[in-house]
């Protein structure tokens, strides 16, 4: 099985400062035949389903603010809000789609808050 | 718009059974896979199982197999989780979620999920 392991466990970041939030998964998810990393990034925010915000590490889903970005390889990925906004405070969680046959597993989560 | 509806949540004792249906409609769910994936009470998300576009190929965590049963009917665009000899453990919100491309690129759509609790 592959783990995903998030950090930190919380943030709090003050409005228009940058938030960073670090995923690393136990083993590649970089299919070097596709030169692809299979993961995905969600957000979710109290009593809601989770929106995928990115996917292949760092393609926005349609309609997602630019502020959010994805970046990272192999086994070490970053998800980034560059000027934090009052409506981000959620939960983010990775997700990995490398395992074949589908065996998806997220990370813990990352609660953001506002200082 | 696309739209996925669970249902048939509720309160159930340990070792009984339940089945939890997804009611799709906005786009042509025979040509998606698609997937169960679970949250307990203030925990994170946990994928339950997956199914194929026609059913061929069924993928379960370990912590549900030979327990649960997943399932489609793409006739009536709905999908299906059969719950049996269920566990405290398996109290959570059960969602219903689209593949994006075949396996790959996340879940880009979901329910708003449906409450399971067993208890005694």
């Known amino acids: 099985d592959i783990v995903m392991t998030q950090s930190p466990d919380s943030l709090a970041v003050s409005l228009g400062e940058r938030a960073t939030i670090n995923c690393k998964s136990s083993?590649?998810?970089?299919?070097?035949?596709?030169?692809?990393?299979?993961l995905a990034w969600y957000q979710q925010k109290p009593g809601q389903p989770p929106k995928l915000l990115i996917y292949w590490a760092s393609t926005r889903e349609s309609g997602v603010p630019d502020r959010f970005s994805g970046s990272g390889s192999g086994t070490d990925f970053t998800l980034t809000i560059s000027s934090l906004q009052a409506e981000d405070v959620a939960v983010y969680y990775c997700?990995?789609?490398?395992?074949?046959?589908?065996?998806?597993?997220f990370g813990q989560g990352t609660k953001l808050e506002i200082k | 718009e696309v739209q996925l509806v669970e249902s048939g949540g509720g309160l159930v004792k340990p070792g009984g059974s339940l089945r939890l249906s997804c009611a799709a409609s906005?786009?042509?769910?025979?040509?998606?896979?698609m997937n169960w994936v679970r949250q307990a009470p203030g925990k994170g998300l946990e994928w339950v199982a997956s199914i194929s576009s026609s059913s061929s190929y069924i993928y379960y965590a370990d912590s549900v197999k030979g327990r649960f049963t997943m399932s489609r009917d793409n006739d009536k665009n709905l999908l299906y989780l059969q719950m049996n000899s269920l566990r405290a453990e398996d109290t959570a919100v059960y969602y219903c979620a689209r593949c994006t491309s075949s396996w790959y690129g996340g879940f880009d759509q979901w329910g708003q999920g449906t409450l399971v609790t067993v208890s005694s």
């Open positions: 083993q590649s998810v970089l299919l070097s035949s596709n030169n692809k990393n299979y």
């Open positions: 997700q990995q789609y490398y395992s074949s046959p589908p065996e998806y597993t």
């Open positions: 906005g786009f042509t769910f025979y040509t998606y896979n």
